[in-house]
């Protein structure tokens, strides 16, 4: 089953603008990370935020956290075409229960 | 190429056969995970492997599939009698927790077709 909902399924934007996808988790956390994949390749770490942590940046990236009310929202700032991907946030990954995954947000970038 | 690799990268085959997958992590990290992504859904979590021990398994893995890592290094993931709804992408993951418990490093994954 799927932990997280990201929101919205799929962003389409000028390259140079910015993007927002968001992120809600249904059970408490430890950590929550994030995730790109390229069309039908593997998936790459972005960053992750431990549950004390509020906020947190990483070059362009900009990943926000909200225990309060289960979610969490990543921007990337000034988008290139090459950040055209499926963006997933996802929990857990501490040791036997793997990570859980949410549905994905799909991100194109328009030259 | 030092990151995590698979083999094949597609395969099809036809409803009933068997296939077998191969995924070589990490050379340093001793965790192993499978996970199976289909067209439109996040990955989702199949088993787990510390070194060479299987340590947990998903109630996805039905007993058509059986994944081993006999000497605590590669590991592959064997699904017998296919089915069409085993059609998917498979993912292998590997981690190294003494550095990061909770980054896993992807491999490119194994696309499956089953006709």
């Known amino acids: 089953s799927q932990q997280g909902e990201e929101d919205p399924q799929a962003l389409s934007i000028q390259e140079g603008e910015n993007a927002t996808m968001n992120c809600s988790y249904k059970?408490?956390?430890?950590?929550l990370q994030w995730y790109r994949q390229n069309s039908g390749r593997g998936l790459v770490h972005l960053i992750l935020i431990r549950s004390n942590e509020r906020e947190k940046h990483s070059g362009r990236l900009r990943v926000t956290l909200d225990t309060s009310k289960k979610s969490s929202s990543l921007l990337i700032t000034a988008s290139r075409a090459a950040d055209t991907a499926s963006y997933f946030c996802?929990?857990?990954?501490?040791?036997?229960?793997?990570?859980?995954f949410g549905k994905g947000t799909h991100l194109i970038i328009q030259p | 190429d030092t990151g995590v690799s698979q083999d094949p990268r597609h395969k099809i085959t036809k409803r009933g056969q068997n296939v077998t997958f191969r995924c070589d992590p990490i050379s340093e990290h001793n965790r192993l995970y499978w996970y199976r992504q289909t067209l439109g859904q996040g990955p989702e979590f199949l088993t787990y492997?510390?070194?060479?021990?299987?340590?947990?398994k998903s109630r996805l893995l039905s007993d058509r599939f059986s994944a081993e890592r006999p000497k605590g290094s590669f590991s592959t993931l064997e699904i017998q009698r296919t089915e069409q709804g085993d059609s998917a992408m498979y993912l292998c993951?590997?981690?190294?927790?003494?550095?990061?418990?909770?980054?896993?490093?992807f491999g490119p994954g194994t696309r499956l077709t089953v006709t």
């Open positions: 993951a590997s981690s190294f927790p003494d550095r990061d418990p909770y980054e896993q490093y």
């Open positions: 492997f510390q070194n060479e021990a299987q340590l947990e």
């Open positions: 059970t408490s956390i430890n950590n």
């Open positions: 996802a929990t857990g990954g501490g040791g036997a229960d793997g990570l859980t």
